[in-house]
């Protein structure tokens, strides 16, 4: 039986890819991003800032293509070294990254610097939760949407005839499945389901689903693969 990953192929390394090889596997991004058009000023606060705040890859690419930063040597707080890759591309070199892929452990690094009376912008998407802390500003600069037609190609996208296992990987991504599972009941009786952390967890069992307890080490996709696998294993 197949397994269900809520991102685009690219956004897995090939790595982890490879230790999926032998399995069925449909990868698919329940998300459509669109930048933010920004005023200027906007624009000019982001670069004035002491510091920047990155929990999702979306926000650092937007950063990046959207030539939003001048100062290379401007401090940026990310979520994970998948975040911090990208960022060091593309010639960051003032990378501090959270002990544990969460938004808390982010925090627990931005409250210690704001002591030094210092002020920063959180770059997020609409949908994400704002941060709301002293000397932190949050700033949407790209838009999490989804369509009846994303939908439409999302159902046409799962092409096997059962899933044992799925992947939610954001908790935008929860309700839509939920709406794709409503025309595709047959294929997930009996799945697992999975997330990368306790806020996805905590929604996927409000809709029902099977919810399997999200893994507390890092780096969390990779170790969640395995938690997949070894439960796999241990149902054969």
Not at 155 to 162: A, H, I, M
Not at 200 to 218: D, E, L, S
């Given at each position: 039986m197949a397994i269900l990953i809520t991102r685009n192929i690219s956004e897995v390394n090939e790595?982890?890819?490879?230790?999926?090889?032998?399995?069925?596997?449909?990868?698919?991004?329940?998300?459509?991003?669109?930048?933010?058009?920004?005023?200027?000023?906007?624009?000019?606060?982001?670069?004035?800032?002491?510091y920047l705040v990155l929990t999702s890859l979306?926000?650092?690419?937007?950063?990046?293509?959207?030539?939003?930063?001048?100062?290379?040597?401007?401090?940026?707080?990310?979520?994970?070294?998948?975040?911090?890759?990208?960022?060091?591309?593309?010639?960051?070199?003032?990378?501090?990254?959270?002990?544990?892929?969460n938004r808390k452990s982010v925090l627990e690094s931005v409250k210690i610097i704001n002591q030094q009376s210092v002020h920063g912008v959180f770059l997020k998407g609409n949908l994400a939760p704002m941060i709301e802390q002293e000397g932190l500003m949050n700033i949407d600069i790209y838009r999490n949407t989804w369509s009846k037609k994303d939908q439409d190609r999302a159902?046409?996208?799962?092409?096997?005839?059962?899933?044992?296992?799925?992947?939610?990987?954001?908790?935008?991504?929860?309700?839509?499945?939920?709406?794709l599972e409503k025309r595709n009941v047959s294929k997930f009786v009996g799945a697992d389901f999975f997330s990368l952390g306790d806020a996805t967890y905590r929604q996927i069992k409000q809709f029902g689903f099977n919810a399997?307890?999200?893994?507390?080490?890092?780096?969390?996709?990779?170790e969640t693969l395995k938690q997949m696998n070894n439960l796999r294993k241990e149902r054969d």
């Amino acid at each position: 039986m197949a397994i269900l990953i809520t991102r685009n192929i690219s956004e897995v390394n090939e790595e982890l890819r490879s230790e999926l090889k032998d399995i069925p596997v449909t990868y698919l991004s329940l998300k459509r991003i669109e930048p933010i058009t920004l005023k200027v000023a906007t624009e000019k606060l982001i670069r004035s800032t002491d510091y920047l705040v990155l929990t999702s890859l979306e926000a650092a690419k937007i950063m990046i293509n959207e030539d939003l930063i001048e100062d290379f040597n401007k401090e940026l707080f990310v979520l994970s070294n998948h975040i911090a890759r990208l960022c060091e591309a593309n010639g960051f070199k003032n990378i501090i990254v959270a002990q544990s892929e969460n938004r808390k452990s982010v925090l627990e690094s931005v409250k210690i610097i704001n002591q030094q009376s210092v002020h920063g912008v959180f770059l997020k998407g609409n949908l994400a939760p704002m941060i709301e802390q002293e000397g932190l500003m949050n700033i949407d600069i790209y838009r999490n949407t989804w369509s009846k037609k994303d939908q439409d190609r999302a159902n046409e996208s799962l092409k096997y005839p059962g899933y044992t296992q799925v992947l939610i990987t954001s908790s935008s991504a929860v309700k839509r499945f939920a709406q794709l599972e409503k025309r595709n009941v047959s294929k997930f009786v009996g799945a697992d389901f999975f997330s990368l952390g306790d806020a996805t967890y905590r929604q996927i069992k409000q809709f029902g689903f099977n919810a399997i307890p999200p893994v507390k080490c890092v780096p969390v996709l990779k170790e969640t693969l395995k938690q997949m696998n070894n439960l796999r294993k241990e149902r054969d």
